[in-house]
Nanobody, 118 residues
Framework: QVQLVESGGGLVQAGGSLKLACATS????????MGWYRQVPGNQRVLVATIATGEKTDYAEFAEGRFTVSRDNGKTTMWLQMNALRPEDTAVYYCNVRRKFGSKLDYWGQGTQVTVSS
């Protein structure tokens, strides 16, 4: 129903910037919440940012002021602009769509690696 493909990860020096993209396909509903999560090996996947109805955005504390989530009107692409990157931002970043109804409520991309060197 929904497919998500991330891109834009890579290696960057501390203080640098990266812009991740999530290409989407499938059927979307106005109530869907799109977001970015990240995961470090051995740790749980954690929320980075979400964007919902009315383009309402929400950020994890560590992302506030440095990261910006956005998407196009057709929800075909979602971005995560990451500035002032820190070594602790190193993780695999995942695109997510969370649905409020239906047989499947969570969709994930395959992830893209972001590595920040000090």
């Amino acid at each position: 129903q929904v497919q998500l493909v991330e891109s834009g990860g890579g290696l960057v020096q501390a203080g640098g910037s990266l812009k991740l993209a999530c290409a989407t396909s499938g059927i979307f509903y106005s109530s869907d919440v799109m977001g970015w999560y990240r995961q470090v090996p051995g740790n749980q996947r954690v929320l980075v940012a979400t964007i919902a109805t009315g383009e309402k955005t929400d950020y994890a504390e560590f992302a506030e002021g440095r990261f910006t989530v956005s998407r196009d009107n057709g929800k075909t692409t979602m971005w995560l602009q990451m500035n002032a990157l820190r070594p602790e931002d190193t993780a695999v970043y995942y695109c997510n769509v969370r649905r409020k109804f239906g047989s499947k409520l969570d969709y994930w991309g395959q992830g893209t690696q972001v590595t920040v060197s000090s």
